[in-house]
């Protein structure tokens, strides 16, 4: 014997039925149908039926309280009909607004999308381009062409994990393109971004981790130095949005010549655990 199907019914009042409004406007409807009260007014000639009461004071009392009751209950329908509508049209207003989220979030999701991929593609570009420079500039250590701006490149691919070169670092490498010891520039930041790195990292203090990089390690300027304002200019570089000053910084050469002379700013960022190179150039301002 076939067993009769059961069919679960769908829930009127879901958001998503579209009749929803509709039906519960209809089920305002038949709620007022059942709760009328037509028996009140089929009582009131019961009570008048007996004109040999009597008690006629009971009578006129009862009749004044059925009144009143009457009014009372007609009262409360009439309060319960309007908060029934106000009901109603709240609910409307709350899907309207779930649909207008609903919207909102699925736009999101698809601006979202868009970013993503447009952050890809920008990556892309920037590995691209900076393979273009680390090629060109290997091009130029085997050509016997090597300048302080490739020394950057090739420790930022090398160590990128360890060493952050800012952009003010690269430019001031293009200015001094004349200088002419790139060789001793570039084992000066292996030697910083391996062992001088490693010991920091290991929590040495400046003192015991410079040691490896011998007389080419400065880690502060002159007070004189150090309390003018326009040395802290030059040597202010932002990071991480942030101004950060580097008195630190690396040295080779003591002449006033950028053919010979060279300076490394940069800062430890402990809690990174990165070297952050700010400059690589010609010798900042000096108080003398």
């Known amino acids: 014997m076939n067993e009769p199907s ?3 019914p769908s829930n009127p009042d879901s958001p998503d039925n579209p009749s929803s409004s509709s039906l519960r406007r209809t089920k305002h409807q038949n709620y007022k149908s059942r709760h009328s009260f037509p028996w009140l007014a089929r009582r009131r000639p019961q009570a008048n039926a007996d004109p040999c009461s009597s008690t006629g004071t009971t009578h006129g009392t009862s009749e004044h309280q059925l009144d ?13 009909e309007s908060r029934l509508e106000a009901w109603i049209e709240a609910q409307e207003g709350r899907e309207q607004v779930e649909q207008s989220l609903r919207t909102a979030d699925a736009a999101l999701a698809s601006e979202r999308a868009l970013v993503t991929q447009l952050r890809a593609a920008i990556d892309s570009k ?7 420079h680390l090629m060109r500039h290997i091009r130029n250590l085997v050509a016997d062409r090597l300048t302080p701006e490739g020394c950057l490149y090739f420790v930022q691919t090398v160590c990128g994990d360890r060493v952050v070169v800012l952009e003010s670092a690269f430019a001031s490498a293009r200015d001094a393109s004349d200088f002419r010891h790139p060789e001793r520039l570039l084992k ?7 062992d001088y790195h490693q010991a920091l990292a290991a929590g040495k203090g400046d003192c015991e981790a410079s040691i490896c990089l011998g007389n080419s390690f400065a880690g502060k300027e002159s007070d004189t130095t150090r309390g003018n304002s326009r040395a802290i200019r030059e040597r ?3 990071y991480n949005g942030r101004p950060v000053v580097m008195w630190p910084h690396l040295r080779i050469g003591m002449s006033n010549s950028v053919s010979d002379t060279i300076r490394v700013h ?23």
């Open 68 to 80: 009143a009751l009457t009014q009372r209950i007609a009262s409360l329908e009439a309060e319960l």
């Open 6 to 8: 059961h069919t679960v």
């Open 188 to 194: 000066l930041l292996g030697t910083f971004a391996t």
């Open 236 to 238: 202010t570089f932002e």
């Open 266 to 288: 940069f800062e430890w960022v402990a809690v990174e655990k990165k070297l952050v190179i700010g400059w690589c150039g010609e010798h900042r301002y000096l108080v003398r």
């Open 126 to 132: 920037k590995v691209q381009g900076r393979d273009e």
